[in-house]
């Protein structure tokens, strides 16, 4: 196999550096350290405009997203599980088998917007996104408290080059009662919507539970997503939905994609993906927007320019 010239090069300093820390162990370690940092600085002018981010829908309103630096955000990550309160059942994630996660973003306390973000956060120590008040109830629940990113509509967070916008959601948010308080539901806080930038500057909008707002316009003229997640079989029905993309348009020429989600196979029709992407194809705003229909764990991939499947 051809390597490389830039490999050849590593591979003979890496060769010549072995040698050198036989005799000069001092001289060795800096030369190794500025072989890293030679590294993390080829690594960072790889990172473009143009790599991509991947995307699945994982059923109901759980979408997995994967940054182009591999890091693993999951919105609303309700799980095909039998320990699950709502068991998602067209996802192909159970607890066992999802190992990684970075970020959990939890816009509301009901059972199915925060899926089981409780035990995927103390699995893998992920951090997880969410209102002041739930974050109480997610502590109780044995979520450690310095891993939550606490906030309300108008909060900001980076976290390991990602930046997080919270944004407000017309739509309730109640958690179940704790342990020991059989009668006593919490009281969620303020239910939300996220516009995370990525590292390479991509904006996703996951709109949460809402029901149709001219806040949607607000949000694009601010923030300008790429890429929008919509409910369409609660919160707005499609022909809503794609008003709400349209609203998402205001002073945005960067929305390229729209996403349905909030919505199952066992719905009626008129609810399901498939009307979205119809009442988007027939929507009378500015072209160059896409709905798509996922397939529960298909993969996209997403840059600034459009989306395309894999």
């Known amino acids: 196999m051809r390597l ?31 072989l890293a940092e030679a590294g993390r600085a080829r690594i960072a002018q790889a990172q473009t405009a143009d790599a991509p981010a991947q995307l699945e829908w994982q059923g109901w309103q759980f979408f997995r997203l994967t940054s182009p630096r591999g890091r693993v955000l999951l919105f609303n990550p309700a799980l095909n599980d039998p ?13 066992e088998n999802l190992d990684a996660a970075h970020l959990i973003m939890v816009t509301a306390g009901h059972v199915d917007d ?18 002041f008040e739930l974050a109480q109830w997610l502590v109780a629940r044995g979520v450690e408290s ?10 900001r967070f980076e976290v390991d080059g990602i930046r997080i916008q919270f944004v407000g959601a017309v739509h309730g948010s109640g ?29 996703i909008y996951h709109a949460g539970s809402t029901a149709l707002t001219q806040d949607l ?5 601010l923030y300008k997503p790429h890429v929008a997640l919509l409910p369409t079989g609660s919160g707005m029905p499609p022909d809503e939905a794609a008003i709400g993309t349209e609203l998402l348009t205001t002073d945005n020429p960067n929305l390229h994609s729209v996403f349905p989600q909030h919505h199952a196979s066992f ?16 929507g009378r705003f500015r072209r160059g927007v896409t709905a798509f229909d996922p397939r529960p764990g298909q993969v996209f991939l997403i840059n600034a320019n459009g989306t395309r499947a894999r």
């Open 175 to 203: 958690a179940p009662p704790l342990p020991g308080q059989p009668n006593l539901a919490v009281y969620g806080g303020p239910a939300l919507g996220f516009v995370v930038t990525l590292e390479n500057g991509v904006k």
């Open 146 to 155: 310095g891993k939550i990113l606490r906030g309300g509509p108008g909060f």
């Open 114 to 131: 925060q899926g089981m973000a409780v035990e995927i956060a103390r699995k893998t120590g992920a951090q997880v996104a969410t209102t």
């Open 217 to 221: 316009a607000l949000y694009g003229r």
């Open 267 to 282: 719905m009626p029709p008129a609810l399901q993906g498939a009307a979205f992407v119809r009442a988007v194809q027939t």
């Open 83 to 95: 320990a699950a309160v709502f068991q998602n059942r067209e996802s192909q994630l159970s607890l």
């Open 4 to 34: 490389s010239k830039g490999v050849t090069i590593w591979a003979f300093c890496a060769t010549v550096l072995l040698a050198v820390s036989l005799a000069w162990p001092d001289a060795a370690g800096n030369g190794l350290r500025t």
